[in-house]
Nanobody
Framework: QVQLVESGGGLVQAGGSLRLACVAS????????MGWFRQAPGKEREFVAG????????YYADSVKGRFTISRDNVKTTVYLQMNNLKPEDTAVYYC?????????????????WGQGTQVTVSS
């Protein structure tokens, strides 16, 4: 069983930055591919960024490429999402998710464990 707890959300002005953190329970965290997803009101949940188990491979949605960075600390069993140059369209609930294998995926159905989400609101 893996539990994921996100933190770091909040209200920020456009152009600002936030760093989200997701702490995972479990002793084999380094084996799990991890991802960040988001869901805006009235929209479907979408992929934002993903990391392989080792952190050696990272992947991003086109809409955040160059602005967001996913990273992980396997000793602290934590995955981060650094978000820079935030835009109002980044407003959403952000979810951390874990796979049961080491690869990454953009597909929601490939993630088995999910956090409760953290709200990010970007004002214009």
């Amino acid at each position: 069983q893996v539990q994921l707890v996100e933190s770091g959300g909040g209200l920020v002005q456009a152009g600002g930055s936030l760093r989200l953190a997701c702490v995972a329970s479990g002793r084999i965290f380094s084996r799990y591919g991890m991802g960040w997803f988001r869901q805006a009101p009235g929209k479907e949940r979408e992929f934002v960024a993903g990391s392989s188990g080792s952190g050696g491979s990272t992947y991003y949605a086109d809409s955040v490429k160059g602005r967001f960075t996913i990273s992980r600390d396997n000793v602290k069993t934590t995955v981060y999402l650094q978000m820079n140059n935030l835009k109002p369209e980044d407003t959403a609930v952000y979810y951390c998710a874990a796979r049961t294998s080491g690869g990454y995926s953009r597909r929601i159905e490939d993630y088995y464990y999910w956090g409760q989400g953290t709200q990010v609101t970007v004002s214009s």
